[in-house]
C-alpha cells in the first residue's frame, strides 16, 4: 500500500523540499490525497478529513461538484488550449460583467499574483508613474512590488507613522523597495500623511478589502472612501485585490463601499477549482491593453491565458453561486463563528475571531487584532498554532488554512459546522495549558 511517507520520501529525491509549493509542508510529511468531493477528501492511507481550507479559499462548492466536473468533460473532448480564442471566455466575461454592476471590461490571466501584477502594470502604464501603495502586512502575491512589507516584523517594521519597506526575499531590487510605498491598514489619518509625501509619484493605492494576513477583518467605509478622495484628487488609481474577498458578498466585497475602484484583481474561487485570475475595470483604463492601439502600450498575453478549461468551471461555478448562495454560504459562517465563540467561552481561553462572509481567521488573543502589528502576536505564538493545527488535522481530520482560519464551501452543513466547533473545542482545551504560560 502508498503511504503518505513512502511517497514522500519519493519525492524528496525530486522536488525541492519534497514539495512544489510550501503551504503544503507538514511535519513529519505532508499528507497525499487519494481522491476528494463535497467537502471531503481521502489521503492515500485512506483517511477522510473533512476540508475547511478549500484550497486557500478557491473552491467555492468544495470538491468535483457535479456540474463543473460534466461543463469541464465535455470542453475537455473538444480541446483544451488553443492560439485562437474561444466562447467561454467570452460567456464568462459577459457573466462576470453583467454581474458586477461596476466592471466594463476584463481579461484573464492564469493566478491571482499574475492578476495583480498586471493591474499594477496597467495602473502605471495609465498614470505613466512608477509607484504603488500597499498595506504593511498584505498578501497579493509573488510579484516583487507587490509582495514588499508582506512579512515586516517588530525588527524591521519601522515607525507606524512611516512603515519601512521590507523585502521579503533577500536580493530583491532596491529599486523596487523605493517604488513601493507602504501604510497601516484602516489607519485613515497616518495613511493619508504618507501618501501626501508622493502626490505626483503614485500608479495606485492596492487594498484587499479583507486581508487575511493582515487580520482578516474589513476595511472600513472612511477608510475606503478616504484613499478614493485622495486618488481622485492626486491623480492615482485605487484598485482593490479581491482575490480572496469576491466571495464575501455577490459583487465581492467592493459592493459594500460607498465608493468603487478602478480596477479589481481577481482569482482563485472564479475559476471553479482550476487555475485562474481576473482584472477587471473601467473601459478607459483597460484600454491600455488593448491590441488594437496605434501604440501598443501594454503588450499584455499569457500562454494559457482564459483557456478554455478554467473559463468553463468559473462560469459554471459563478453560476452556482447566485445571490441566494452567497447569503445561505455567509449564514452558515456566521453560525459557525458563533458555535466557536461558545466554544472559547467554554474552554475558557483567550482567543477571539475575525473575519467577513464565508471565512474567519482564529486569533490566540483575548481581544479581536484591528492592525496588523496586533495579528503579528499571532506569528510569535505559532508554535501554539501549529500544535492546534495539527491537533485538528490528526486527531479530530479536520483541515485548516495554517493562519488558523477557515474557507467556507456550500458543500458544507450545519453537521460539518458542528464538529468544527467540536473540534476546536478539544483543542483548544489541548492548547490551554500553554496559552497561560505564554500570556
Ligand atoms: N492576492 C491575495 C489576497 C491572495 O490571498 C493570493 C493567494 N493566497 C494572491 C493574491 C495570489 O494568488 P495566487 O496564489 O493564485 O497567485
Not at 489521503?43 to 475547511?52: L, N
Not at 486557500?56 to 488550449?81: C, D, F, N, R, Y
Not at 501549529?386 to 456550500?410: H, S, V
Amino acid at each position: 500500500m502508498k503511504t503518505n511517507q513512502n511517497i514522500y520520501d519519493r519525492a524528496c529525491n525530486v522536488l525541492t523540499g519534497g514539495v512544489s509549493r510550501n503551504t503544503i509542508f507538514r511535519e513529519p510529511h505532508p499528507f497525499y490525497v487519494a481522491k476528494a468531493k463535497g467537502s471531503y477528501i481521502t489521503d492515500v492511507e485512506g483517511i477522510e478529513r473533512i476540508d475547511f481550507a478549500n484550497n486557500m479559499a478557491s473552491l467555492i462548492h468544495g470538491h468535483s461538484h457535479p456540474a463543473i466536473v460534466k461543463a469541464v468533460t465535455e470542453q475537455l473532448k473538444k480541446g483544451t488550449a488553443f492560439t485562437m480564442g474561444t466562447e467561454a471566455e467570452v460567456k464568462f466575461a459577459e457573466l462576470m460583467i453583467e454581474r458586477s454592476g461596476t466592471f466594463e471590461r476584463m481579461r484573464f490571466v492564469n493566478s491571482g499574483t499574475e492578476a495583480v501584477m498586471t493591474m499594477i502594470k496597467t495602473s502605471r502604464v495609465y498614470t505613466k508613474r512608477p509607484k504603488i501603495a500597499k498595506a504593511e502586512g498584505a498578501y497579493h502575491g509573488t510579484y516583487d512590488y507587490a509582495e514588499v512589507s508582506q512579512t515586516s516584523n517588530p525588527d524591521n517594521w519601522g515607525n507606524i507613522d512611516k512603515p519601512n519597506s521590507n523585502q521579503v526575499v533577500e536580493g530583491t531590487p532596491q529599486g523596487a523597495l523605493n517604488d513601493v510605498v507602504i501604510f497601516p491598514f484602516n489607519d485613515i489619518e497616518r495613511t493619508l500623511n504618507i501618501l501626501d509625501q508622493h502626490t505626483d509619484e503614485i500608479a495606485c493605492v492596492l487594498i484587499d478589502p479583507v486581508p487575511h494576513r493582515v487580520g482578516l477583518f474589513p476595511a472600513t467605509n472612511a477608510f475606503v472612501k478616504a484613499i478614493y478622495d485622495w486618488t481622485r484628487k492626486n491623480g492615482a488609481l485605487m484598485v482593490f485585490d479581491e482575490v480572496v474577498t469576491y466571495r464575501v458578498h455577490y459583487r465581492g466585497a467592493q459592493e459594500c463601499y460607498s465608493v468603487k475602484p478602478d480596477l479589481t484583481a481577481m482569482g482563485k474561487m472564479i475559476g471553479g477549482g482550476f487555475p485562474i485570475g481576473a482584472l477587471a475595470g473601467r473601459a478607459e483604463i483597460m484600454e491600455v491593453l488593448d491590441p488594437r492601439g496605434k501604440i501598443l502600450r501594454h503588450p499584455h498575453s499569457g500562454t494559457f491565458s482564459a483557456n478554455p478549461i478554467s473559463t468553463t468551471a468559473g462560469r459554471v461555478a459563478m453560476e452556482l453561486f447566485d445571490e441566494e448562495a452567497v447569503l445561505k454560504l455567509n449564514k452558515l459562517t456566521d453560525t459557525a463563528i458563533h458555535q466557536i465563540e461558545e466554544a472559547v467561552k467554554i474552554a475558557d481561553v483567550p482567543i477571539s475571531i475575525t473575519g467577513d462572509g464565508s471565512m474567519f481567521r482564529i486569533h490566540l488573543q483575548a481581544t479581536k487584532p484591528t492592525c496588523y502589528r496586533e495579528s503579528y502576536l499571532d506569528t510569535e505564538n505559532k508554535t501554539i498554532i501549529k500544535e492546534l493545527l495539527d491537533y485538528l488535522f490528526l486527531e479530530e481530520n479536520i483541515i485548516m488554512i495554517n493562519t488558523c482560519a477557515c474557507m467556507f464551501a456550500t458543500s458544507m452543513t450545519q453537521k460539518d459546522v458542528d464538529r468544527l466547533s467540536e473540534g476546536l473545542l478539544n483543542g483548544f482545551k489541548v492548547i490551554k495549558p500553554k496559552l497561560y504560560q505564554y500570556h
